[in-house]
């Protein structure tokens, strides 16, 4: 079955950097893209950009361009979301997502389980 | 960016009732909508996909319908593990984005 499996969770000072890890099994993971998505505490769902494991091409929300790098490592199976220059504003659980089989590229079957990262000095 | 606004943004039902959430888009979408339920502490779960098929072992008391900009995720019957908060989220554009939420409460 598919799993993505994220790592644990992150407590940040203003303007350091965060990296996530997502794993994922059950599946070739090259032939699947990988989307990160977050939520602020009592805020909707973000979506923040994707990484195609198969050749490395990423795109990126404009809100987040400049300050979020995707990238993966097809060895481990594993994506990674960096965010630089962190804000108190960017304190969420952070979501890796996979999307469905059939349904089209944005239609998430599949979820990591989440990682909290807090920026607080 | 393609705006989605739900409605309402909260809601107080009782087990048995039948509930109607909303979703405007801010342009026409087509049918790429999508429902998603989250529980606290948990990822979201996808219910419905373009805009009315369920997804494979979601029960069938949850329907979607809708297109262009209007959508409705309806529950014929409230059971108590409907209690959740529910968004929509469009998928017709390369910039994905969600709706603020729908949080269902028991009355």
Same mark, same amino acid.
């Given at each position: 079955?598919?799993?993505?499996?994220?790592?644990?969770?992150?407590?940040?000072?203003?303007?350091?950097?965060?990296?996530?890890?997502?794993?994922?099994?059950?599946?070739?993971?090259?032939?699947?893209?990988?989307?990160?998505?977050?939520?602020?505490?009592?805020?909707?769902?973000?979506?923040?950009?994707?990484?195609?494991?198969?050749?490395?091409?990423?795109? %990126?929300?404009?809100? $987040?361009? &400049?300050?979020? *790098?995707?990238?993966?490592?097809? +060895?481990?199976?594993?994506?990674?979301?960096?965010?630089?220059?962190?804000?108190?504003?960017?304190?969420?659980?952070?979501?890796?997502?996979?999307?469905?089989?059939?349904?089209?590229? %944005?239609?998430?079957? $599949?979820? &990591?389980?989440? *990682?909290?990262?807090?920026?607080? +000095? | 960016?393609?705006?989605?606004?739900?409605?309402?943004?909260?809601?107080?039902?009782?087990?048995?009732?039948?509930?109607?959430?909303?979703?405007?888009?801010?342009?026409?979408?087509?049918?790429?909508?999508?429902?998603?339920?989250?529980?606290?502490?948990?990822?979201?779960?996808?219910?419905?996909?373009?805009?009315?098929?369920?997804?494979?072992?979601?029960?069938?008391?949850?329907?979607?319908?809708?297109?262009?900009?209007?959508?409705?995720?309806?529950?014929?019957?409230?059971?108590?593990?409907?209690?959740?908060?529910?968004?929509?989220?469009?998928?017709?554009?390369?910039?994905?984005?969600?709706?603020?939420?729908?949080?269902?409460?028991?009355?």
């Amino acid at each position: 079955q598919v799993q993505l499996v994220q790592s644990g969770a992150e407590v940040k000072k203003p303007g350091a950097s965060v990296e996530v890890s997502c794993k994922a099994s059950g599946y070739t993971f090259t032939n699947y893209a990988i989307h990160w998505v977050r939520q602020a505490p009592g805020q909707r769902l973000e979506w923040m950009g994707w990484i195609s494991a198969g050749n490395g091409i990423t795109k %990126y929300s404009q809100k $987040f361009l &400049g300050r979020v *790098t995707i990238t993966r490592d097809t +060895s481990a199976s594993t994506a990674y979301m960096e965010l630089s220059s962190l804000r108190s504003e960017d304190t969420a659980v952070y979501y890796c997502a996979r999307r469905c089989e059939d349904y089209g590229d %944005y239609v998430f079957c $599949f979820w &990591g389980q989440g *990682t909290l990262v807090t920026v607080s +000095s | 960016d393609i705006q989605m606004t739900q409605s309402p943004s909260s809601l107080s039902a009782s087990v048995g009732d039948r509930v109607t959430i909303t979703c405007r888009a801010s342009q026409s979408i087509s049918s790429y909508l999508n429902w998603y339920q989250q529980k606290p502490g948990k990822a979201p779960n996808l219910l419905i996909y373009a805009a009315s098929s369920l997804q494979s072992g979601v029960p069938s008391r949850f329907s979607g319908s809708g297109s262009g900009t209007d959508f409705t995720l309806t529950i014929s019957s409230l059971q108590p593990e409907d209690f959740a908060t529910y968004y929509c989220q469009q998928s017709y554009s390369t910039l994905c984005t969600f709706g603020q939420g729908t949080k269902l409460e028991i009355k």
